[in-house]
Nanobody, 115 residues
Framework: QVQLVESGGGLVQAGGSLRLSCAASGSIFSINVMGWYRQAPGKQRELVATITSSGRSNYADSVKGRFTISRDNAKNTVYLQMNSLKPEDTAVYYC?????????WGQGTQVSVSS
């Protein structure tokens, strides 16, 4: 059983910063991909950023240059540093883990950016 626990969401003004964290626990294969997705009201869930266990990262075009994904393999934790936040970044952010062809999801954390 794998569990993902997110933290760090909140309300921030446009131009501000937030840092999300997601700790994974349970039976996790060492070679995996962790990432963040988000879902705004009335929209489909979309990829924000992913990072492999070897450190290779991938970003959605909408967040490139503003968001940085990182991870601590020893702690099975992934982070998302979000800078220069915009109102359109408002969404529920979900942590994701891909391990042995199985996707796991966190419960989600709300990020709200006011204009």
């Amino acid at each position: 059983q794998v569990q993902l626990v997110e933290s760090g969401g909140g309300l921030v003004q446009a131009g501000g910063s937030l840092r999300l964290s997601c700790a994974a626990s349970g039976s996790i294969f060492s070679i995996n991909v962790m990432g963040w997705y988000r879902q705004a009201p009335g929209k489909q869930r979309e990829l924000v950023a992913t990072i492999t266990s070897s450190g290779r990262s991938n970003y959605a075009d909408s967040v490139k240059g503003r968001f940085t994904i990182s991870r601590d393999n020893a702690k099975n934790t992934v982070y998302l540093q979000m800078n220069s936040l915009k109102p359109e970044d408002t969404a529920v952010y979900y942590c994701n883990l891909l391990s042995k062809s199985t996707y796991y999801w966190g419960q989600g954390t709300q990020v709200s950016v006011s204009s």
